[in-house]
């Protein structure tokens, strides 16, 4: 058990350091700004969601699970070896695909918004499958070719909400029917928009893990992840690999998509804005250092300090600090490995130094 | 005829800033490093870039923008002292004799070498602040000024990715990534805390250059390229022409070019590959600072925290271009070319009849990125080595 739990802080450690002087650098640019406001402000920051109390706490529940599933769908791509930075323009389609069913289509009962969400996922795949694809038979860069579809996808968005589901006078979707909607949890969190989006998403993490680490197919995403060749020198089929990667990561952000506006008075905006969850997906994957579970915890950390984003409102301050600390989050989650081996030698040097300074003093 | 006139300065104009900042991914792709941060590079540049401009066309002017002077006559002073440092270099190879300065210049990373090149740069730098700060600058300098100044921001800040990619063994994509967000991000925050307000940059100079003497009188040609031009346009091709000699030409070409085919090769054979590389991201990341600049003054009169996709764009361009500068004009050219009839289809007399959707056209240069990578990159040359982290003790 101690062994386990020794294994779980290392493991955690290199994400730990990351968050800690990402909240730094974010710190000494507020400082650098307004000197009096930095430090409450950061406090703010941190509290996140409990700053609200209950309503708080179940808003950011509301707002982490797109951000956990577009994390998971990075994350899932990586155990392949792949960079899915599309998961923005996926999550946009699912959206639309869910909205468009939500406000358009006339199903009965429960199952209306079962379908609306579950076809959203079905968008995101198609629209995660086209990279994979290219990748797989084409040799197109991955990365490129999603953030194209990043693009494709912003512009498809307004069409698509111009030609069918404009809200009269508004730039956004009309909002979706009442029998569409997730069904709430505001029971729990009084005055919030908590639905079961956020229990869906721990139940498609779990699903995950247990795809990853406990079925054949998940070890042959894994060992393409590790060596192309490898895996295709022990006979597994390697196109196969990437093509259902990538269509599987686009389904999980279709998902996050759909979750996130199946929502009660939520409308979708035609302004071509390329979704930030997306991007957000990138920096849980990163912390969740690839893993499902990681990205679970993750995202609801980012969530929170998203929210605390919002109540900055008050201080001089805005929410763009929130990405300033997220990116150099990232950025040392990238040199994490370089850093910790350096802390090692220098620590090591500093022993040595210490031990030789000691036995000196003893020699004279 | 005058809207084919047209389209083509609008083309010109969006091949130019593809074209710079390609090349500035081909010196960091040749080398071996993946530079997907282009596009906050060139946000980053033209934020603070812009800002100098807006400065620039305010006379008498404010300390600030004496400072943003400053920084650039000293960086063009530094640019100065090293080939002086060189000329000198080389002019003391040839002499026979044992003298005393000749192993003062020669001794290889000496500190008196830097001390030299510090020293003209803070001369040249000097004289050349007053001579600027002294008098209103005319509408072309400010240009030439706001791009210096986005050149050096972009440089410096591809130094962030290169340190973390070339010297702590980073995933290049992942650091590259954290360059892209912080980018707009930084933008956003310090205009809006700063002015309390909104996040845009206004300027009121227009760039474009009626007519050029002489040249603008050819015909057709004339009206082509010489008339109702981008000035950004003359320094693209600068650019072009720089970049391709050194790339195809110098010492420093053929290093970069071995140092991305096969750097274990070239470090065996005496090459410091880690500086070779950082120097090229920086050099990338000035280059593709000057492409922010050049896209908002080419399609707007403000900034506005972004750039289109155009550095995504750029990396397309480099792929289809097969890193080869010439290759990468015609790439250019064609996503120029893409971008152009997605931005003035309504001037189209055909394209507008069909009364498709605006977003439709808008699609087009993302769309046709896909189809023409589907076809290019099965046969491309991409560096051997790009995208790997290099490791001296693997060799």
């Known amino acids: ?364 | 005829m005058d809207v084919i006139y047209n389209l083509i300065q609008i083309t010109l104009g969006s091949m130019t800033i593809l074209l710079v900042v390609a090349l500035g991914g081909l010196l960091s792709e040749r080398s071996g490093v993946t530079n997907i941060a282009l596009e906050g590079i060139m946000i980053f540049g033209a934020f603070l870039g812009i800002w100098a401009i807006q400065g620039f066309e305010v006379y008498p002017y404010s300390p600030m923008t004496k400072f943003a002077i400053l920084i650039v006559t000293f960086s063009i002073g530094l640019i100065v002292g090293y080939f002086i440092l060189q000329l000198i270099r080389k002019f003391l190879l040839k002499k026979e004799e044992p003298m005393k300065i000749k192993d003062l210049f020669l001794k290889e990373s000496s500190k008196f070498n830097l001390l030299f090149i510090l020293g003209v740069a803070l001369i040249i730098g000097l004289i050349l602040f007053f001579i600027l700060s002294a008098n209103p600058m005319s509408v072309s300098l400010v240009l030439l000024m706001g791009l210096a100044v986005a050149g050096v921001t972009g440089g410096l800040y591809a130094m962030v990715h290169g340190y973390a990619a070339i010297h702590l063994k980073s995933n290049q994509i992942i650091s590259a990534t954290a360059l892209n967000l912080f980018a707009p991000a930084l933008a956003i925050f310090t205009r809006r805390v700063i002015t309390q307000g909104g996040q845009q940059i206004k300027f009121d100079s227009n760039f474009i250059i009626q007519k050029v003497p002489l040249l603008g009188d050819i015909p057709v040609i004339g009206d082509l390229f010489f008339k109702r031009v981008y000035l950004s346009f003359y320094v693209g091709l600068v650019i072009l022409l720089i970049v391709a000699f050194v790339v195809k030409k110098t010492k420093f070409g053929l290093r970069l070019r071995a140092c991305g085919e096969n750097p274990h090769a070239a470090d065996s054979l005496g090459i410091n590959i880690y500086k070779l590389r950082f120097k090229a991201v920086a050099l990338s990341g000035v280059l593709a600072g000057m492409g922010g600049v050049m896209f908002v003054t080419t399609f707007s009169n403000e900034f506005n925290v972004t750039v289109a996709g155009f550095g995504f764009l750029a990396i397309a361009v480099l792929i289809f271009g097969n890193w080869r500068p010439s290759r990468i004009l015609l790439a250019a050219l064609f996503f120029g070319f893409m971008r152009t009839i997605a931005s003035s289809y309504s001037s189209i007399g055909f394209l507008r009849d069909l009364a498709l959707p605006g977003q439709i056209y808008d699609m087009i240069p993302y769309v046709a990125t896909l189809v023409v990578l589907m076809f290019a990159s099965k046969n491309s040359r991409a560096p051997k080595a790009l995208g790997q982290v290099y490791d001296q003790g693997k060799r």
Do not use: C
């Open chain 1, 1 to 364: 058990m101690k062994n386990m739990l020794n294994k779980f802080i290392i493991a955690i450690k290199p994400s730990l350091i990351a968050v800690a002087f990402g909240l730094f650098v974010g710190l000494i640019i507020m400082l650098a700004f307004n000197p009096m406001e930095a430090f409450p402000a950061l406090i703010t920051l941190l509290l996140g969601g409990f700053n609200g109390g209950l309503q708080g706490i179940g808003n950011t529940l509301y707002m982490a699970a797109p951000i956990i599933l577009s994390g998971l769908a990075v994350a899932f791509a990586f155990k392949t070896g792949l960079f899915n930075i599309g998961a923005s323009g996926q999550m946009m389609v699912g959206a639309y695909v869910a909205v468009h069913i939500g406000v358009l289509w006339n199903v009965t009962g429960l199952l209306h918004w079962i379908v609306a969400l579950l076809l959203g996922g079905l968008a995101g795949l198609i629209w995660g499958l086209i990279p994979g694809l290219l990748k797989a038979f084409r040799n197109v860069n991955e990365v490129i070719a999603s953030i194209m579809m990043n693009y494709i996808a912003s512009f498809l968005l307004i069409m698509l909400i111009n030609q069918n589901v404009i809200q009269e006078l508004r730039a956004e979707a009309r909002i979706v029917q009442r029998s569409a909607v997730l069904p709430s949890l505001s029971f729990l969190f009084p005055g919030s928009t908590i639905n079961i989006g956020i229990v869906l998403t721990i139940i498609i993490v779990i699903l995950v893990h247990i795809l990853i680490h406990k079925t054949t197919l998940g070890f042959q995403l894994r060992a393409s992840g590790f060596s192309m060749d490898g895996s295709k020198y022990a006979g597994m089929n390697t196109k196969r690999n990437i093509v259902v990667a990538m269509a599987l990561s686009g389904l999980f952000a279709g998902l996050g998509g759909a979750i996130m506006f199946l929502t009660f008075g939520k409308a979708l905006p035609a302004d071509g804005v390329i979704f930030a969850e997306g991007f957000d997906g990138i920096s849980v994957a990163l912390l969740g250092l690839g893993e499902p579970i990681g990205a679970l915890f993750a995202g609801l950390f980012l969530s929170n300090i998203r929210m605390g984003g919002y109540y900055l409102q008050s201080f001089v301050f805005v929410p763009q600090i929130v990405d300033m600390i997220v990116a150099i989050i990232i950025y040392m989650t990238a040199i994490s490995i370089t850093v910790q081996a350096l802390f090692k030698r220098y620590g090591e040097q500093i022993k040595a130094w210490k031990i030789n300074r000691k036995k000196k003093g003893d020699e004279a």
